[in-house]
C-alpha cells in the first residue's frame, strides 16, 4: 500500500466508534467495504421477530440496496424472499439461494429476456406497472404455456418526508398505475388466458421515519380493498414496498432500525382481509448500519481558508453524499488526537466529489484510516468506474479472521 503513518496507532478500538479489526484492515488495499455480519445477523433476527409476532407477514429484502454475495448469503439464509427490479437481481438472489418462490419482480422497464427469465424460474409475481406491460407478459407466459402471477403497482399518491429524489409514490412520480385505473386493469387481466391476477403493490419512497407515512399508506390501501370487495374482486396478497429509514446520525446508538414500530403500524391500521398475506420489501434498514466504507487518508491540504482531508476513496465508491447531500458519520479510526474541522474530499475530479463539509475529526495525518458509517446501503452496489478507477471490494467480517 505504500503509506506510512508519522503518529501512533495504538488506539485501535473506543466506545465513541464503531467495533472494527483495524490491525486487519491496515494490511487490506483501500478503499473498500466491511460489513458487520454480527449485526446484520441480529438485524435479521430482529426483523424475524417482529415480523413474526404477526399472521401472514412475508419479509422481502430488496436486493437493488446491495447485492453482495455474501451479504445476501446471510440474508438468504435468514430466510427472506427477495424484491428485484432487473433480470441480474433475478439471477443473483437464484444465485444466492433464495428460492423463486419467493422472488417478486417490480420495475416500470422489464425487457423481454428479463420476464423470460422470471417466467422460467416460476417467480412468486411479477409486480406490473402498465397494460402494456401486462400485455407482454400475458403473450411471452403464452408462448412458454406458462401463466404468470402478477400483481398490480398502484401509484397511491401518498407523500412520505423524505429526499424528493426518492419519493416514489406521489401521482407524478413514473412508478405504478393510477389508482382510477386499477379496476379496469384486473378486469382486463381477467380477460387474458396466461396472467393471473394475485395481489397489488404499493411503495411510497424511501428513508422515511415517520410511521404516519405508512399509517397513510395503509389508510388509503385499505379503502382500495373496500372498492374492490364492493366489486367482489378477491386479492390475495398486498405488497407495501419497502422504506423503512435508519439513524445515519447515530450508527453506533441504533446500530437496528424500529422494526416493532414499523410492523405493527401496518398490524394496527392494515385490514388484512382473512387470508390475505402481507409482504414488504425492506432494503436500506435491513444492511445500511451493517457497511462501512473504509478508506485512508491520502493528504491533509491546507487550504486558504480551510483544512481538506484527502481520501483514496471517492464519489465512485459512495455517490450518496454527491447524489442526495446525504450524510454518513465519518470517523477517524486511527487517531484520538483532539478534534479540528476538515472537508473531507475524495480524489475525483468532480468538485462534487466531496463526503462532508466542516465537520469534526480527530486530527488526521496521512495514512489514516477513515470510516464512512451507514454506507451498507446504495453503497457498494451503486459503485462505478468512473476515472477508470477499480470498483471497492466487499469484505465481511470472517473476511478478517
Ligand atoms: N421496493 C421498491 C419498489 C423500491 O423502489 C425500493 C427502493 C424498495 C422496495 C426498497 O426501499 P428501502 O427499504 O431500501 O427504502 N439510492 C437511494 C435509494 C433508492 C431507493 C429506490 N427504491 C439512496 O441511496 O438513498
Not at 268 to 287: D, I, M, N, S, Y
Not at 300 to 319: H, P, Q, R, Y
Request: net charge neutral; with cysteine; glycine share 8%.
Amino acid at each position: 500500500m505504500g503509506l506510512t503513518t508519522t503518529h501512533t496507532q495504538a488506539n485501535s478500538y473506543r466506545n465513541m466508534k464503531g467495533k472494527f479489526p483495524i490491525e486487519k484492515f491496515r494490511q487490506t488495499q483501500t478503499p473498500f467495504y466491511y460489513y458487520d455480519s454480527g449485526l446484520l445477523r441480529q438485524t435479521l433476527r430482529t426483523i424475524n421477530e417482529e415480523a413474526g409476532r404477526h399472521e401472514g407477514f412475508c419479509v422481502h429484502y430488496a436486493i437493488k440496496a446491495n447485492a453482495n454475495p455474501k451479504v445476501l448469503n446471510i440474508i438468504c439464509q435468514a430466510g427472506l424472499g427477495a424484491d428485484c427490479v432487473s433480470g441480474g437481481e433475478i439471477m443473483a438472489s437464484i444465485n444466492a439461494g433464495f428460492p423463486a418462490s419467493k422472488i417478486v419482480y417490480a420495475g416500470v422497464g422489464k425487457s423481454d429476456w428479463e420476464i423470460n427469465l422470471g417466467l422460467d424460474h416460476d417467480i412468486f409475481s411479477f409486480n406490473v406497472e402498465s397494460v402494456p406491460e401486462l400485455e407482454v407478459i400475458n403473450e411471452l407466459a403464452m408462448a412458454k404455456g406458462k401463466v404468470a402471477r402478477v400483481a398490480f403497482r398502484i401509484n397511491p399518491n401518498v407523500g412520505a418526508h423524505t429526499h424528493a429524489n426518492i419519493t416514489t409514490g406521489l401521482a407524478e412520480n413514473k412508478f405504478g398505475i393510477a389508482m382510477r385505473d386499477m379496476e379496469s386493469i384486473i378486469d382486463q387481466a381477467s380477460a387474458l388466458s396466461n396472467v393471473k391476477f394475485v395481489g397489488l403493490h404499493f411503495h411510497i419512497g424511501s428513508q422515511i421515519l415517520d410511521m404516519g407515512d405508512f399509517k397513510a399508506l395503509c389508510n388509503r390501501i385499505n379503502d382500495l380493498q373496500d372498492q374492490l370487495e364492493r366489486h367482489h374482486i378477491k386479492v390475495e396478497n398486498i405488497n407495501v414496498g419497502g422504506g423503512l429509514g435508519i439513524d445515519y446520525q447515530h450508527p453506533n446508538r441504533v446500530p437496528i432500525p424500529d422494526f416493532k414500530a414499523y410492523f405493527d403500524t401496518y398490524a394496527r391500521f392494515l385490514k388484512l382481509r382473512p387470508g390475505q398475506t402481507l409482504h414488504f420489501e425492506l432494503g436500506r434498514a435491513v444492511v445500511a448500519q451493517c457497511g462501512s466504507l473504509i478508506t485512508k487518508t491520502l493528504y491533509v491540504k491546507e487550504g486558504a481558508c480551510k483544512k481538506f482531508a484527502i481520501v483514496d476513496a471517492g464519489m465512485t465508491d459512495l455517490i450518496r453524499p454527491a447524489l442526495y447531500n446525504a450524510y454518513h458519520k465519518i470517523e477517524n479510526l486511527s487517531s484520538e488526537e483532539p478534534l479540528e474541522t476538515y472537508d473531507v474530499v475524495g480524489p475525483i475530479c468532480e468538485s462534487s466529489d466531496v463526503f462532508a463539509k466542516s465537520i469534526d475529526l480527530n486530527q488526521c495525518h496521512r495514512g489514516d484510516l477513515i470510516a464512512l458509517r451507514s454506507a451498507g446501503a446504495y453503497g457498494e452496489i451503486m459503485a462505478s468506474c468512473y476515472n477508470c478507477r477499480q470498483l471497492p471490494k466487499g469484505y465481511i467480517t470472517e473476511d478478517f479472521r
